[in-house]
């Protein structure tokens, strides 16, 4: 007596992803169902670790057997398929055009400025209006493509381009690509039923060269810069084509969610990392002007040595009621300012000076230079009229 029926045990595809599946035909559709399920998590897991945390915890070839099960799973049973299966990432089929969508807030634009002392005027306008000591969250200002993405239940339901900052275009499945940016949230009862929010998408400066190399061998025209880059390849209609480029996102701002907003920006980013959205590692909180003029200054210093383009800090003011107080104006909020990084320079040689005669008869003489890198355009002519 007292044989025990033991259950094998459930494999721990997190964890310890198996060389080798059971047959398909033997699973029973709840089985399949359930599989389903618990390899979207490990893949959503791993494509994390991988992709935002920048630490992979399993081999190539074991993720590629997790995501090659669900592959042949959604194959054999197509009433389990998902638009948020992490398998809808390689592209879907090319697009006529891209639709046009009406943002769930508009998309504002900052007020950007060069000079520290219009800074100190920033900071002292805040102080009269909140008639308080202002706390400011600082972060870089990314040189890419502003994107809104909306959550439904936690999934991801819809992205589009600024565009007007009223309505962009659609951009979903090309968004989709992008392996940081989350299809579904994680912990996703702690996250608004309705979550709309504003990030940028970006490619990295090697990736930016490595994708000109190819398109200069490709007899295409070169991108001039990364943002210019980033914001082609996203408004491509084949989606398939865009899974090809390693574009990335990072998430700054929310535009709109369901049960109001919290009380500070800071909140809201700690909020966006236990989601499972990526935010910069080059945050800081701060009161005072003269460790904004450091941090300014610190990533300025270390621009060239950073993965992505950023052109200057953007300054906010942290807390969400005071934001509120201040407004908007001419389609910018007058609670944020960037501030920009002075536009770079680079030393190369005169080769000539032509003389360029323009349609109405003017001359203006054009330098014509050994062609050199700035910031990510490449210059071989200068106007030299003034
Ligand atoms: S906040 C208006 N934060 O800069 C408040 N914008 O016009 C919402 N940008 O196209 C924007 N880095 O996409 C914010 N850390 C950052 C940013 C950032 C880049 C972009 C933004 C917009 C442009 C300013």
Not at 286 to 315: A, M
Not at 322 to 351: C, H, I, M, N, Y
């Amino acid at each position: 007596s007292g044989e025990q029926h033991i259950m094998p045990p459930k494999h721990d595809f997190k964890h310890e992803p198996p060389s080798q599946f059971d047959d398909i035909d033997q699973l029973g559709k709840a089985e399949a169902r359930e599989q389903v399920e618990r390899l979207r998590e490990a893949i959503d897991y791993h494509d994390h670790r991988y992709y935002v945390e920048n630490s992979p915890e399993i081999s190539d070839a074991a993720y590629d057997r997790l995501f090659r099960r669900l592959e042949e799973l959604e194959e054999a049973y197509p009433d389990l398929r998902s638009p948020t299966s992490p398998t809808r990432r390689v592209g879907a089929e090319p697009l006529d055009e891209l639709a046009r969508v009406e943002h769930a807030a508009t998309m504002l634009s900052l007020k950007a400025v060069l000079d520290e002392q219009e800074i100190e005027d920033f900071d002292q306008f805040v102080k009269q209006q909140t008639g308080d000591e202002p706390r400011y969250v600082l972060e870089p200002k990314f040189d890419g493509v502003s994107i809104e993405v909306i959550y439904e239940s936690g999934r991801f339901h819809r992205g589009a381009t600024r565009g007007d900052g009223g309505t962009g275009e659609d951009i979903s499945e090309n968004l989709k690509t992008i392996g940081s940016l989350p299809l579904r949230l994680r912990e996703p009862d702690s996250a608004p039923e309705f979550l709309a929010v504003r990030g940028e998408v970006y490619i990295g400066k090697d990736a930016f060269q490595q994708m000109n190399q190819q398109r200069i061998e490709q007899n295409e025209e070169p991108y001039a810069n990364p943002r210019n880059a980033a914001a082609g390849i996203l408004r491509r209609l084949e989606s398939r084509e865009v899974a090809r480029w390693p574009l990335d996102v990072v998430f700054y701002d929310v535009l709109k969610a369901s049960g109001g907003a919290r009380e500070t920006h800071q909140e809201e980013l700690e909020l966006f990392q236990k989601w499972g959205l990526k935010i910069t590692e080059h945050l800081k909180r701060t009161s005072s002007l003269r460790s904004i003029k450091r941090f300014h200054g610190k990533l300025e210093e270390d621009r060239d040595k950073l993965p992505s383009e950023i052109d200057g800090i953007v300054i906010k003011v942290d807390d969400r009621e005071r934001r509120e107080q201040l407004g908007t104006r001419d389609r910018s909020p007058r609670w944020a300012l960037a501030w920009k990084f002075a536009p770079r320079k680079e030393v190369t040689t005169l080769q000539r000076i032509i003389v360029q005669v323009g349609r109405t008869g003017i001359l203006t003489p054009v330098a014509l230079l050994q062609p050199v890198d700035v910031g990510g355009v490449t210059v071989s002519r200068a106007t030299l009229h003034n």
